[in-house]
């Protein structure tokens, strides 16, 4: 099963938790509490989130954390990048010359287009969109095939 690490989701967490105050400083106690989180994991959270680019922090007595963009202008790929390094599905899709096998492979070529639509789709899905995420797209189709059996 292809899924993203536990610290990566809880990154995305904490990332919609700071979006949820925006321009507000929030405390990484307060993220903390408001995300479930335990706040050793949210301090090396978002560490890795300061090196990133994607949150400022600030000391002192009201110091704490704030997006260091508008969340629309964050992607999910710039979170797990930020956690995971750059996307990749196989070392291949990172770059040339990581496996000795590369030269006869006959599928770098679709993992490759495989990676670019993760990718993208990574890149379209904003902070802000996890902010308010649209109803699954399973519940969509099955509410399409009930309405269309109870026309018949």
Known sequence: MFRVSRLTDYAT???????????????????AEEAHLELPTV????????????????????????????????????????????????????????CEREAQCGVRGSWQRINHVLDN?????????????APPAVATVALTELKGRTAS
């Open 13 to 31: 967490v904490v990332m919609t938790c700071i979006a949820a105050h925006p321009g507000d400083v929030v405390s990484t106690a307060q993220i």
């Open 121 to 133: 789709a990574l890149r379209a899905m904003s902070l802000a969109d996890m902010l308010h995420p």
């Open 43 to 98: 301090s090396k959270l978002l560490k890795s989130l300061g090196h990133a680019g994607l949150v400022d922090s600030f000391r002192g007595v009201n110091g704490g954390y704030r997006l260091a963009r508008p969340a629309q202008e964050i992607s999910l790929a710039d979170i797990v990048e930020a956690i995971e390094g750059p996307l990749g599905m196989t070392e291949c899709t990172l770059s040339e010359g990581q």
